[in-house]
């Protein structure tokens, strides 16, 4: 592992530097280095980081004086600067509560324009940083290459190598322009299976050629270009795995997090990466059904793995760290190793100086141009908002035409998994109202079941003009499917009159919808639920601007009926 060379670019000098300090950290010290936490609230903080002195903390959205005043402490109390991490995955929203949410990923794709890309790292890095952020656990590399798949979809840039490839680097170009450190994820590559990683080891099942011809092209051009950090999986890709180690078993092999082929083997010297590596979250079913904990965590770092993320236990997991070290299961050479990595990270990317003190001040009055971003994130709707089909000409929709509406919303809740949770209802029936409409909208909790079981066509004439579909079903964690689910009883909420009641279905989230309603007519994929992708929409519906979004996957799901 060569300090001057990439990622690091150190000087000699510097590289001494740091394997001097490894050398002189304890035990406890260097293992605190390898967990990457979840962050503590304020009045935890102090014994926390006393007793575990973590490399990293990730935190979830609060206000920006609440991030702001725990980064600080973070930063004050940590013998090493610490990581300081957020899922900014489609804006500052990732950190903040306040921080704008500027567009899911594949929102970003459907403009095909890259300078967005460009601006999604810049904004959600320039929020960040205001409030102590140094790294975003960003871009999303992945390809989204099977429609059934429940938590790539529109967190991915689309089902195009090319196009993902040329979205992240623009992204990352954004994140280090505001001194955020950018994290490619997910190695070995999500978006093939159809299972969700956060409940079982999914499989990236391509060949060694198909694989190195999509993400392995990719994260090639990322390393060459100087990636700093991946993030890896707890994805298989046994191809790889049997190429480099063939006699292996089919009872051995592993997901990425925890398969020393595919990081010691595929990541670092097939594609050449020696920067920093980190897990998924190890709380996942997917990487703690691969073996027994005791067992998993040792082999993560002997995997050539340099930090694990969250822990269901964090004294129980340092425990198995450290019996392993005395077992010599893990050798003190791979621990330094990780840990040396870990350091010249920080110091490369300027989290700390050579002499291990905190580099940045985090602002005492965070300076964020919140309406300005506000715009940038409303030009970015206007550009991705997609026109599927319009068959029956149903477009555009005024008061004269449809002067009473239906509105129906589905999935608009949030019940605990990874998604923006961003709802829409609301939004929604006061637009189409301050547009001129008389809109009814459709109770999932009180059902009128003489409407289910007795009224025809021409009773719900009498009820509406026109019924508007809007299905905010977004990808979420330990979720199997992001598929239409009707209310059981007869199908209630769906349209079963569609061919003589116009009807128009919205997506502000899956773009693969249509394969649960191949029959619907007019269908609009928006692929962002925040309130100037709703706005945008209400504005293209009723013909005030024009549809310019091009998609960035196949919304037919490769199934004709889907285009009749």
């Known amino acids: 592992m060569d300090l001057t060379q990439k990622p690091y670019n150190l000087t000699m000098a510097e590289s001494k530097k ?14 605190g280095q390898l967990f990457f936490v979840i962050g503590q609230e304020a009045a935890n903080l102090p014994r926390f980081i006393k007793k575990y002195q973590p490399g990293g903390l990730m935190y979830r959205p609060d206000t920006a004086k609440n991030i702001a005043a725990k980064t600080k402490l973070a930063q004050k109390l940590s013998p090493i600067p610490p990581f300081l991490a957020a899922n900014l995955e489609s804006g500052g929203n990732g950190l903040l509560t306040d921080g704008t949410w500027v567009s899911l990923p594949l929102g970003i794709a459907a403009t095909n324009d890259s300078q967005n890309a460009y601006q999604l790292g810049a904004i959600s890095g320039q929020e960040a940083a205001q409030v102590g952020g140094n790294m975003a656990f960003a871009p999303i590399a992945d390809i989204d290459m099977n429609f059934r798949n429940p938590i790539t979809n529109t967190r991915t840039f689309g089902s195009d190598p090319k196009q993902v490839l040329k979205m992240v680097q623009a992204q990352i170009r954004g994140l280090n322009e505001k001194q955020v450190i950018p994290v490619i994820k997910h190695f070995p590559g999500d978006g093939v299976d159809e299972r969700d990683q956060h409940l079982v080891a999914s499989v990236n099942s391509l060949s060694k050629e198909a694989w ?11 390393i060459e270009a100087g990636a700093p950090v991946f993030m890896i999986g707890h994805i298989m890709q046994p191809a790889w795995e049997r190429f480099l180690q063939p006699e292996i078993k089919d009872s051995e092999l592993r997901p990425a997090s925890s398969s020393k082929p595919l990081i010691a083997g595929l990541l670092r010297e097939v594609l050449g990466f020696q920067g920093l590596a980190i897990t998924d979250a190890t709380p996942m079913i997917g990487y703690n059904v691969a073996l027994p904990r005791e067992e998993l965590l040792p082999a993560t770092i002997n995997a050539g793995i340099d930090m694990i993320l969250f822990n269901k236990n964090i ?9 392993a070290i005395a077992n010599g299961i893990l050798s003190m050479t791979r621990v330094d190793e990780a840990v040396t990595r870990i350091l010249a990270t920080k110091v490369s990317q300027k989290i700390m100086t050579i002499e291990g003190q905190a580099r940045r001040q985090i602002p005492n009055e965070p300076t964020i141009d919140f309406a300005s971003h506000q715009a940038t994130a409303a030009t970015i709707a206007d550009q991705a908002v997609t026109l599927v089909k319009d068959h029956d000409q149903i477009l555009p929709l005024t008061p004269e035409k449809y002067p009473h509406l239906r509105l129906v919303v589905l999935g608009d809740h949030n019940d605990g998994g990874f998604n ?11 637009g189409l109202e301050k547009m001129g409409f008389t809109v009814s909208l459709y109770d999932h909790n009180q059902l009128d079941f003489h409407e289910i079981f007795e009224e025809g066509v021409a009773d719900l004439q009498e009820k509406f003009d026109l019924c508007l579909y809007v299905a905010n079903v977004e990808t979420a964690s330990n979720q199997t499917t992001t598929r239409l689910d009707w209310i059981h009883l007869m199908a209630a909420d769906a349209p079963w009159f569609m061919k003589s009641i116009p009807t128009v279905f919205v997506s502000t989230a899956n773009p693969y919808h249509l394969f649960d309603i191949p029959a619907i007519s007019t269908y609009i994929n928006a692929y962002t639920g925040n309130p100037v992708t709703v706005q945008a929409v209400l504005e293209k519906l009723s013909g005030q601007t024009e549809f310019l979004g091009k998609s960035p996957v196949d919304p037919f799901c490769g199934d004709f009926t889907t285009k009749l």
């Open 420 to 430: 923006e949770g961003g709802s829409v209802t609301a939004l929604f029936q006061a």
């Open 212 to 222: 190195m011809n999509s993400f392995g092209h990719n994260y090639r051009q990322l």
């Open 315 to 323: 004294d129980e997991d340092i425990h198995f760290i450290k019996k």
């Open 18 to 31: 740091i394997r001097a300090q490894v050398a002189s950290l304890s035990l406890d010290e260097k293992i």
